[in-house]
């Protein structure tokens, strides 16, 4: 079992900048491939981005060259710097661990492909 709690996110003003810390317990998640997902009112659950255990990261279209997804592998937590925020990227944010094993080197965008689960942390951006 692995438990994941977020921290950091708060209220920013468009344009400003907040990062989010996803710190995982039970055991260590430095091999896998770990995503970060955010969730509007009224909006399904969509991927943020992801960071392979490699430290190799991909984002979602609307965030690329916004935000930056690192890792700390000794302190078994993993990142979410969050710039030139937009009122849009208001929602929960998640961190979750992908299920596909040690290693994966595949896609890390679906969803339903992740197991672990944080509870969520509040993001507003106001205009």
């Given at each position: 079992q692995?438990?994941?709690v977020e921290s950091g996110g708060g209220l920013v003003q468009a344009g400003g900048s907040l990062s989010l810390s996803c710190a995982a317990s039970g055991r260590s998640v430095s091999s896998y491939a770990m995503g970060w997902f955010r969730q509007a009112p009224g909006k399904e659950r969509e991927f943020v981005g992801a960071i392979y255990w490699s430290g190799g990261s991909t984002y979602a279209d609307s965030v690329k060259g916004r935000f930056t997804i690192s890792r700390d592998n000794v302190k078994n937590t993993i990142y979410?710097?969050?710039?030139?925020?937009?009122?849009?990227?208001?929602?929960?944010?998640?961190?979750?661990?992908?299920?596909?094993?040690s290693h994966y080197s595949g896609t890390l965008y679906l969803t339903g492909e992740y197991d672990y689960w944080g509870q969520g942390n509040q993001v507003t951006v106001a205009s």
């Open positions: 692995v438990q994941l979410l710097q969050m710039n030139s925020l937009k009122p849009e990227d208001t929602a929960v944010y998640s961190c979750a661990v992908h299920r596909g094993g």
